[in-house]
């Protein structure tokens, strides 16, 4: 096999290990990173919670003055009670004392029932922050676990770091810099195997003539379709 594409093989072959560090980082931190959001979210809903019964505390006063008012109007007009003549303005007025102190009634059962909710709602919250309460203890010491593991794969992260400075030393700039476009245009593999005529990199043909010329493995070859760096090596059967 031509020597440079030996080279930039073994050069794919660490930048797909550090991809792989990479990978393990970003997916530990975004594990972590849904869980603060979760946090957040749990908050979020605690506010809503105590801003619902913010609002039906506002709803509860607006009736309790009503309420006072209609209460006021029934005195009033049981007092006028005692100064009317007629049978007739009588029922006007025993009618008006009814009537109001049925509105009254009304009133008084709606603030019950906004008191009932008020108070699932404030049930509500006391769970929520509960959870909320463990949760957060959760996080930080998770918080603490993800930082340790990031630690831990970052040093094996610098010895990979190392190994690809010293095998990007041996491969001309000029390929080392066809090779990391590819790399960054080709979801990170540049070099592709082909395998009976079939790029492994886009699995697309490659002509007959360049695949005889790419079975010969002395000159380098792009592929047509993915324009990757390719070449010819039979796959090792495990056993
Ligand atoms: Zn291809």
């Known amino acids: 096999m031509n ?3 030996a080279q930039l093989i073994l050069l794919q072959g660490i930048d797909l290990e550090i991809d792989q560090i990479d990978n ?4 530990e931190q975004n594990a972590l990173d849904e869980r603060i959001t ?3 979210q749990r908050e979020q809903n605690i506010a809503d919670l105590t801003e619902q019964i913010a609002e039906i505390e506002k709803e509860k006063r607006v009736l309790e003055t009503e309420a006072s ?3 006021d109007h029934v005195k009033d007009r049981q007092s006028k009670m005692m100064q009317v003549q007629t049978g007739r303005e009588q029922t006007a007025l025993l009618k008006e004392i009814e009537d109001g102190k049925k509105s009254v009634k009304e009133n008084e059962d709606k603030i019950v029932a906004l008191m009932e909710q008020s108070e699932a709602l404030s049930t509500q919250i006391d769970e ?3 959870l909320l309460k463990g949760e957060k203890k959760l996080v930080e010491e998770e918080k603490a676990k993800v930082r340790d593991a990031i630690e831990a794969i970052n040093k094996g992260k610098k ?3 190392n190994q690809r400075a010293n095998q990007a030393q041996v491969i001309e700039a000029r390929l080392l810099k066809k090779y990391d476009t ?3 245009h080709r979801n990170g593999l540049a070099v592709a195997n082909v395998l009976q005529g079939v790029c492994q990199g886009c699995f697309m043909s490659i002509p007959p003539q360049k695949y005889n010329m790419l079975l010969k493995g ?3 070859l792009d592929c047509p379709s993915c324009q990757r760096i390719v070449y010819h090596q039979e796959p090792v059967t495990a056993e």
């Open 38 to 40: 979760a946090l957040a």
């Open 3 to 5: 020597d440079h594409i």
């Open 218 to 220: 002395d000159t380098m």
């Open 128 to 130: 929520e922050k509960n």
């Open 24 to 27: 393990q980082i970003k997916s």
């Open 182 to 184: 590819l790399r960054s």
């Open 69 to 71: 008012d209609k209460l």
């Open 159 to 161: 010895s990979k770091d």
